[in-house]
């Protein structure tokens, strides 16, 4: 069964105090890998889209990596405007997205 | 401004009753999908359209229905059916299935 596990569940840092956030698939057949990012109350806003392992995106204080098994959201010297949930997603061999139950991640001033 | 509008933000409704929520985007997107979001879960898919006229079931269709009658517009009716309907619903699209999904900011419906 195709599944996705997002860890840890909930992250708290320091602000500039560097981490990462796990994302591991199991699927027959990764056709895409997406990063999200979520405020309360909102729709998830579109952070990266990674397709092949050793692939690598950046956006300002995010970088998303993939390998076979996994995927990190790595987040340098974050703000506390950093703070949201984030939500990983595959696509495996069908047209759906499968998303794992994301990380809330609070940054402190 | 492209994007994905939904409305209302919020909705409320007595049990038995029916009730559409709205999807309309402006990003010439083929494809469309509604999901729903609970407190713990990730995002479950209910229904998706790759094209007008035509639409499927995602994984947990009962108690809901849509139609695909435009390119721009998905709407989503919650029927009396659904056991358990208070929930965040969440609209998307996408140029392709195979591309990233955009959502739009939701709709927050309580049944009582």
């Known amino acids: 069964e195709d599944q996705v596990t997002q860890s840890p569940e909930a992250l708290r840092l320091q602000e500039g105090e560097s981490s990462s956030l796990n994302c591991s698939y199991t699927v027959s057949g990764l056709r895409g890998l997406f990063w999200y990012r979520q405020d309360p109350g909102k729709g998830p806003e579109f952070l990266f889209t990674l397709y092949s392992a050793g692939e690598e995106k950046e956006k300002e204080r995010l970088k998303a990596t993939l390998t076979k098994k996994e995927s990190f959201l790595h987040i340098t010297a974050p703000k506390p405007e950093d703070s949201a949930t984030y939500l990983c997603?595959?696509?495996?061999?069908?047209?759906?997205?499968?998303f794992g139950t994301g990380t809330r991640l609070q940054v402190f001033p | 401004d492209g994007g994905i509008t939904q409305s209302p933000k919020y909705l409320f409704r007595k049990e038995g009753q029916n009730v559409t929520l709205s999807c309309e985007q402006n990003?010439?997107?083929?494809?469309m999908y509604w999901y729903r979001q609970d407190p713990g879960q990730g995002l479950r898919l209910i229904y998706y359209s790759q094209i007008v006229n035509d639409f499927q079931k995602g994984d947990i269709a009962e108690g809901y229905s849509v139609s695909r009658e435009k390119k721009e517009s998905f709407p989503l009716t919650v029927t009396s059916a659904q056991k358990n309907p208070t929930a965040f619903y969440l609209c998307?699209?996408?140029?392709?299935?195979?591309?990233?999904?955009?959502f739009g900011p939701g709709t927050r419906l309580t049944v009582t």
């Open positions: 997603a595959v696509q495996a061999n069908t047209d759906k997205l499968i």
């Open positions: 998307a699209s996408s140029r392709d299935p195979v591309y990233e999904q955009y």
């Open positions: 990003l010439n997107h083929d494809a």
